[in-house]
């Protein structure tokens, strides 16, 4: 099993372009999450799927998007890029096992220039 | 609203050393509670968990234990090893209800262990 998978693993943008970070999971797990990482500030969320066809906001939604394609995999979509969104981007998944344990993807580093 | 508190970092000590990294939490339920540990350019992996008060989560000689009473999970390891340099975070995920699982991270703790 490859567990969470995501790419690409480096991007590099202009402000203003829009790009896809996709990732998928082959857990058969229902719940998937997308963070972002920041210097001192730990992860924090900008969106997540519940379930097969639901999506909701985190604590950093704005400036994207996301699809819940099907139950493997999760998008997470930036229409028009700003420096501001330099990160280091977490795809995650659970089963809901009774702990909420999350497994994560190795992530996407994207700088904005 | 839920939120996780860790010592500020970095933290550098020798081989063998005692290590505890500390962590605090407020939560506005009953929540579960773990430790992450992220390696050099890797994702994060999990470390230990802890369900319920006084349950206590171990895993490769790390031992943390849920106090209800102090709200914290505090992360310990008798004799670190060169290897253990890493990123620690704490984190908690309130159970039921609407929060499907959602992880609170604290800032995250930079360990480094010199030989």
């Known amino acids: 099993n490859a567990g969470v998978t995501q790419t690409p693993k480096f991007q590099v943008l202009k402000t203003g372009q829009s790009m896809t970070l996709q990732c998928a999971q082959d857990m058969n797990h229902n719940s998937m999450y997308w963070y972002r990482q920041d210097p001192g500030m730990g992860l924090r969320l900008i969106y997540y799927s519940a379930s097969e066809g639901t999506t909701d906001k985190g604590e950093v939604p704005n400036g994207y998007n996301v699809s819940r394609l099907n139950k493997r995999e999760f998008s997470l979509r930036l229409e028009s890029a700003a420096p501001s969104q330099t990160s280091v981007y977490f795809c995650?998944?659970?089963?809901?096992?009774?702990?909420?344990?999350?497994?994560f993807g190795p992530g996407t580093r994207l700088t904005v220039t | 609203g839920d939120s996780v508190t860790q010592m500020e970092g970095p933290v550098t000590l020798s081989e063998e050393a005692f290590l505890t990294i500390n962590c605090t939490y407020t939560?506005?339920?009953?929540?579960?509670l773990f430790w992450y540990v992220q390696y050099p350019g890797e994702g994060l992996q999990l470390l230990l968990k802890a369900t319920k008060a006084d349950d206590k989560g171990s895993n490769k000689g790390f031992e943390a234990t849920y106090r209800k009473e102090t709200t914290s999970f505090h992360l310990e390891k008798g004799s670190v090893q060169v290897s253990d340099s890493a990123v620690y975070f704490c984190?908690?995920?309130?159970?039921?209800?609407?929060?499907?699982?959602?992880?609170?991270f604290g800032q995250g703790t930079i360990l480094t262990v010199h030989p």
């Open positions: 995650a998944s659970t089963g809901f096992r009774g702990t909420y344990e999350q497994y």
């Open positions: 939560a506005t339920g009953y929540p579960s």
């Open positions: 984190a908690l995920s309130l159970r039921g209800g609407t929060s499907y699982g959602k992880l609170t």
